[in-house]
C-alpha cells in the first residue's frame, strides 16, 4: 500500500484513477483547487487536500507532500490564456518537482502528452502551442532531476469505454481513452521498470501491464 499525492484530483483522469488506487489499498490525497471539488474526490475514495499549486511556492509544496511515497502530477490549466498555462504546466509543474525532492519524495509520476519535445511541431501562432511548449519545458526539468520519474505521454484522450490494451511501440499519436490512461498511471505506480523512461502510447492490442515493462 502507498501514499500516493496527486496534483489535479478533480480532472477527469483523476477521477477514473482515484478508486483504481483506493480499491488496491492505496491512500490517495486528491490535491484540488475548488473546495466544491471536495465531494467528489471523496466519492471517488480520496483524501481531498484544498491547495492551489499555481500559486504556491516550493517549500509550501513540499509541505503538503511530506508524508507521501509518490507524487502524480495530473493538473492543467484547461487551455486558452497563454499566461495560465506556462504558470500551471510549466512553472508549478517544476515546482512541485522540486518540492518532492525537498520533501524526500523519490517517486514522481508526469503525465504529459504524445507529441511533447523540442520538435513537437507546433507553430507559434496555434493556440495549442504555448501547452505544447510548457509541456516540453517541464519533462526536460523532470529528466534532470534525480527523482525516480515516469513520463508518461498519452495520444489524444477520448471518453470511450477502457480496454485495458495500449501501444507504446506507436511512432505517430492516435488515440486512448482516459480510463485507461488511469490505468496505466496504476501500473506504473507499481512497476519500478519504469523509472527514468518516457511511455508514448496509443490504444493497441498488448495488456497495459505487459505494455509497460522495461
Known sequence: MARILLIGGHGKIALL????????????????RDPAQV????????????????????????????????????????GGNPARTRAVDRDA????????????????????????GPDHGISPDNPFHEYAEAKTAADAHL?????????????????DPPTGLIDTAATTSGSVPRA??????????????????TIRFNTGTVPIADAIRG
Not at 484513477?17 to 484540488?32: H, K, N, Q, S
Not at 534532470?144 to 471518453?159: H, V
Open 17 to 32: 484513477l482515484e478508486p483504481m488506487l483506493a480499491a488496491r489499498g492505496d491512500t490517495v490525497t486528491a490535491v484540488i
Open 39 to 78: 465531494a467528489d474526490v471523496e466519492a471517488a475514495g480520496a483524501v481531498a487536500l484544498v491547495a492551489d499549486v499555481e500559486s504556491a511556492d516550493a517549500a509550501e509544496l513540499a509541505d503538503r507532500m511530506r508524508g507521501h511515497d509518490a507524487v502524480v502530477w495530473s493538473a492543467g490549466a484547461g
Open 93 to 116: 509543474a517544476i515546482r512541485s518537482m522540486d518540492a518532492a525532492a525537498s520533501a524526500g519524495i523519490r517517486r514522481y509520476v508526469m503525465v504529459s502528452y504524445f507529441g511533447a
Open 143 to 159: 529528466r534532470g532531476t534525480a527523482l525516480d520519474w515516469t513520463i508518461l505521454a498519452p495520444s489524444a484522450l477520448t471518453l
Open 180 to 197: 485507461d490512461v488511469a490505468a496505466v498511471i496504476a501500473a506504473v505506480l507499481e512497476d519500478d521498470s519504469t523509472i527514468g523512461r
